[in-house]
């Protein structure tokens, strides 16, 4: 499947739904390489899809790539800035 046929609104009409959230940020590794990784879930009724949910971790910096590659790619939109990176227990 090409990627502008992914983009595509189904021939149902039905628009699919996409539901992410970020969450259960855990410290990991030692005290010289520690780091925070976070639970981020994903719920859609696209048919793109192969589950209807997903579970991944990511890494802080996975968010910075995400935001970089979304306001240069995007410029004119509104992009929500990245957290601070040391919110743990906050």
Known sequence: MK?????????SGIRPYFEVTVEDPQKVGDAINAHIVYKVKTKTNSPVFRSPECVVARRYRDFL???NQL?????????PPVPEKHALGK
């Open 71 to 79: 306001t240069l790619g995007n410029p004119g939109v509104v992009v």
């Open 65 to 67: 790539w995400l935001y």
């Open 3 to 11: 990627q502008s046929e992914s983009l595509e609104i189904p021939k």
